[in-house]
């Protein structure tokens, strides 16, 4: 199971770091991803981190802003968002991918086995 938490309503400019806390598996068996999902649309990649953590990778609206970290000792990963603008307003899901360690990481969410329940991002303009 995985439970993300940390979003909330923020000013635009503004940061928030999300937490997607894993129970009843070991985290570090996983790559990690975050995902969002606006009103309307589709849900979409953000970013994704390797199972040691070594590796990472963004979406092209995210990057330079977000940063994504995982602390396997905790079974915990986070997402850490900076400069945050209006158009970053969804709802956020974590998901964890059970994958071998040489694997490459993945935007498809498609290829995550299990996802948290999504925790809501609002910014102000």
């Known amino acids: 199971q995985l439970q993300a938490s940390g979003g909330g309503l923020v000013q635009a400019g503004g940061s928030l770091r999300l937490s997607c806390a894993a129970s009843?598996?070991?985290?570090?068996?996983?790559?990690v991803g975050w995902f969002r999902q606006a009103p309307g649309k589709e849900r979409e990649f953000v970013a994704a981190?390797?199972?040691?953590?070594?590796?990472?990778m963004y979406s092209e609206s995210v990057k330079g802003r977000f940063t994504i970290s995982r602390d396997n000792a905790k079974n915990t990963g986070y997402l850490r968002m900076d400069s945050l603008k209006s158009e970053d307003t969804a709802v956020y899901y974590c998901?964890?991918?059970?994958?071998?360690?040489?694997?490459?990481?993945?935007?498809?969410?498609?290829?995550?086995?299990?996802w948290g329940q999504g925790t809501q991002v609002t910014v102000s303009s």
């Open positions: 981190i390797s199972r040691g953590g070594g590796s990472s």
């Open positions: 998901a964890a991918r059970r994958i071998i360690m040489t694997a490459p990481l993945s935007g498809d969410k498609e290829d995550y086995n299990y």
């Open positions: 009843g598996r070991t985290l570090r068996e996983y790559s």
